[in-house]
């Protein structure tokens, strides 16, 4: 069973989330608290993961820097990315589905990173950039799997100087300076997931 904290602002919001995790069948709350308790009680029952409606006035932020350690998957409607940076291992629209709910505390006791996609409020690419072909897509994707130049040449039957060349072409149009740059910007343009 996953021990779930929930926090929010709201005694409604708290009743309901408790609820909807309840009913999950895989997770039992180990308590519902205020905002202003989520750092102590934290602390204090060790929860495998809290799941907290964020208000717009808390400073989430703060709190999440002190719970380093914890798996927190927030509901809110600011950006994720900040949140991200701050320690959240999930960041949720606030109309998140009891679907996406039950996803997200699941994959965040398990160490992965939940958000949606729409939240990210990743800056755009430059405008001077190309679009990569598919082929160079390809490429990429095998350089995100850890594949060295020799074994995408064997996967997709072409040479090694190909690839180096498709190497290089992604590397250019992704204005990036190394391979781990450019999954970087791959992801961050939406051209890969990981």
């Not at 102590?40 to 719970?67: F, G, H, K, N, Y």
């Not at 598919?134 to 060295?148: F, H, K, N, P, S």
């Not at 020799?150 to 149009?173: C, M, N, Y």
Request: aromatic share 2%; with cysteine; net charge negative.
């Amino acid at each position: 069973m996953i021990r779930v904290l929930i926090a929010a602002s709201s005694p409604v919001v708290r009743v309901g989330l408790t609820s909807l995790v309840g009913e999950t069948g895989e997770c039992v709350v180990v308590a519902s608290v205020s905002a202003r308790e989520v750092a102590e009680m934290t602390s204090e029952l060790q929860p495998d993961v809290v799941l907290w409606q964020m208000a717009p006035d808390e400073d989430a932020a703060a709190i999440l820097r002190l719970l380093k350690a914890q798996n927190i998957v927030l509901l809110t409607s600011n950006a994720a990315l900040d949140l991200i940076r701050a320690g959240a291992q999930g960041v949720l629209p606030l109309d998140a589905s009891a679907e996406q709910i039950n996803i997200a505390l699941r994959a965040a006791t398990a160490g992965l990173g939940v958000f949606a996609p729409d939240r990210l409020d990743v800056p755009t690419a430059p405008r001077n950039s190309s679009p990569l072909t598919a082929r160079e897509t390809e490429v990429l994707r095998m350089i995100a799997e850890g594949l060295a130049n020799k074994e995408i040449a064997w996967r997709l039957g072409i040479s090694d100087h190909t690839v180096k060349f498709h190497v290089s072409a992604l590397l250019g149009k992704l204005g990036a300076g190394s391979r781990a740059e450019a999954i970087g910007a791959g992801i961050r343009q939406g051209v890969i997931m990981l």
